[in-house]
């Protein structure tokens, strides 16, 4: 597993440009709702070793209204596989 790391700025305003108060956000891995309800601007979440995952975060009103989501954050990690030994050799 690979922890990453994510964080996203506070939504202060709603699509008019007027002020709007937040409840808290939704973050999606793959477009998929991964953790509902995040009330800080920031998490850490753990990924498979050797897989890429898109990552992207919406704001929710305190009315209960889910924003657009945000640009999508990609994350490859490593596979973890070692490389192969160098410099290999057989001798008699």
Do not use: C, H, K, R
Not at 3 to 23: E, K, Q, R, Y
Not at 35 to 63: C, E, H
Not at 67 to 83: H, M, R, W, Y
């Amino acid at each position: 597993m690979t922890t990453v790391n994510l964080s996203w700025d506070a939504v202060t305003l709603d699509d008019s440009g007027a002020p709007i108060n937040i409840s808290g956000y939704n973050l999606y891995a793959d477009g998929v709702l991964l953790l509902p309800g995040l009330t800080g601007l920031s998490v850490t979440t753990n990924q498979q070793a050797g897989t890429t995952v898109q990552y992207s975060v919406t704001a929710i009103s305190d009315l209960g209204v889910e924003g657009v989501q945000s640009t999508i954050a990609t994350v490859a990690t490593p596979s973890g596989i070692p490389n192969a030994p160098g410099n290999f050799t057989a001798t008699i």
